[in-house]
């Protein structure tokens, strides 16, 4: 459930709403409470005459510290939070709790691991929604102590233009949700147009860059645009918003998340709400209630339904996650919707090198950012039937296998961090995909091979079969979590998923041999 809130006149201070921020906003864990006691501290001294610390670092302010009968108000300065208890050999911190944190609300949740060296961001990984749901004979893993991990990263010099990261962070901080992308194409066209000779959208919105538009032979590169979220389905009287997923959102992931709720007057914050740990374990009897689709629900600050619709809020909204672009150790991105804004960011890269290095193409090259990908394929579905094209590379992501909770038996082994996936399956093209690994070889570029079984999942099925057929290859990246808040992705997988694009259509010709017999 979501709900969202208003301002009103505060008669709480600037100066105090300052330091109620600074407040909140530190670190203060169990047994580390120092830092947040000098803050408080530091705001207190003004408003008393005397002060004192106990050895565990209790904090107390006195006034009139001479009276000899005496009154106490207090509270407690301590916050829940995590002990890393294990590191594995792949670099997976796992953990043990300091204090009663809640395991239900951890998956896909960021934090900083307080070390050494200073504060180090991570993000508790979780398996995606396809790989735990795949198997329909499993019981669907839950969250607990024992199975949640956390990931850390650190920075290195990237071969992307500073242009194109202030683009790609802009991509992906903006929301796109299933349906409603024209904000995300318009970011992405204003980006793409110096790269291009011309370019047309459809009627739901998918966008299309074209170089040499006049030659006869036609290629596309494509990604889809949309993210997945969710629907307001339901307002009860209490204020609260009831759901419906728009797209393959994950309901493990929800609680405790923040979101924005696309109303009629803008962006309306709220988040998902989800019973306290104390309320949800004080009956033994009782079996610990799970998220689901149809008990979770949004908490705008609203209190009744009237307050609720004059937010803007209506039945129909669309609900998005606020998180954004963040960047971890060892070269890795964290993100909401690399599925699949990072193909729309990679096949715009390639129009942008094609142009800077001045490559004509004996061919017209169609840059395709699809709308609607997550519910079917179907702007991939209604532009291949418009452009009609010879030949189709696809990019989307694809399941990083190496975290834990997946099955590599059923999902294959693929990782970031070491190159583009290319799939084998009836959709993909076998002799289009030799060609690609080809160049790959020839280009020394790092693939890695896994195998789809009736089809890829992904918008390669749509040109594949459209038409009178469309020979068609998907070159996939590896992505961590997909489907949550936190997916993962290696910048030298887009870097060499990009290289293998761009020397992919410069090997390409009319008369390339795509013939099955």
Request: charged share 20%.
């Amino acid at each position: 459930m979501a709900k969202s809130v208003k301002k009103s006149k505060s008669v709480i201070t600037d100066a105090s709403m300052v330091f109620l921020k600074n407040y909140i906003n530190n670190a203060s864990p169990v047994g580390f409470e120092s830092s947040g006691q000098k803050l408080w501290l530091d705001y207190l001294k003004p408003y008393i005459d005397s002060h004192f610390t106990d050895p565990y670092g209790t904090a107390v302010g006195v006034i009139n510290p001479n009276a000899p009968f005496k009154v106490v108000i207090e509270a407690h300065a301590d916050e829940i939070s995590w002990f890393v208890n294990y590191i594995t050999n792949e670099g997976l911190l796992y953990l043990k709790r300091n204090g009663g944190v809640d395991h239900q609300v951890a998956p896909a949740q960021r934090v900083f691991i307080h070390g050494k060296k200073g504060p180090v961001p991570a993000v508790f990984g979780w398996p995606a929604i396809h790989t735990r749901m795949g198997n329909t004979d499993a019981k669907e893993q839950q969250p607990k102590v024992d199975n949640l991990m956390a990931k850390s990263v650190k920075k290195s010099k990237s071969v992307i233009t500073d242009a194109s990261m202030v683009f790609l962070k802009n991509y992906i901080n903006n929301a796109s949700p299933v349906g409603f992308e024209s904000s995300g194409q318009k970011l992405w066209l204003d980006y793409l147009k110096p790269y291009i000779d011309s370019h047309f959208t459809d009627p739901y919105g998918t966008a299309v860059g074209v170089i040499n538009p006049n030659a006869p032979f036609k290629v596309v590169i494509e990604a889809h645009a949309d993210e997945i979220s969710w629907f307001v389905n339901y307002i009860t009287n209490e204020g609260l918003l009831y759901l419906k997923r728009n797209g393959g959102v994950d309901h493990q992931v929800a609680p405790a998340q923040r979101v924005f709720i696309h109303g009629k007057k803008g962006p309306v914050p709220a988040v998902f709400g989800w019973p306290a740990i104390h309320t949800r374990m004080g009956n033994t009897d009782a079996k610990e209630q799970q998220p689901k689709v149809d008990n979770l629900f949004l908490d705008s600050g609203a209190r009744n339904k009237k307050e609720a619709e004059a937010l803007g809020i209506h039945i129909g909204a669309v609900v998005t996650y606020q998180d954004g672009f963040a960047e971890l150790a060892n070269d890795y991105y964290v993100g909401r919707a690399f599925d699949n804004r990072i193909g729309g960011f990679m096949i715009a890269e390639v129009a942008r090198l094609l142009k800077e290095n001045k490559k004509k193409l004996p061919y017209s090259l169609y840059i395709v950012n699809a709308v609607q990908e997550e519910v079917g394929l179907r702007g991939a579905e209604m532009i291949a039937r418009r452009i009609k094209p010879n030949i189709a590379i696809i990019t989307d992501v694809t399941h990083d296998t190496t975290t834990p909770m997946i099955n590599k038996i059923i999902e294959g082994d693929i990782a970031c961090g070491k190159g583009p996936s290319l799939a084998y399956g009836p959709a993909v093209h076998n002799k289009l995909l030799d060609i690609v690994q080809g160049v790959a070889a020839k280009s020394k570029i790092p693939v890695q091979l896994r195998a789809v079984s009736r089809s890829t999942g992904t918008d390669t099925d749509s040109f594949a079969y459209a038409n009178d057929g469309c020979p068609s290859v998907l070159i996939s990246i590896p992505l961590r979590y997909m489907h949550t808040t936190v997916e993962m992705l290696h910048k030298t997988d887009i870097e060499t998923t990009i290289e293998l694009m761009y020397e992919t259509l410069l090997t390409l010709t009319p008369k390339s041999n795509l013939s099955y017999l």
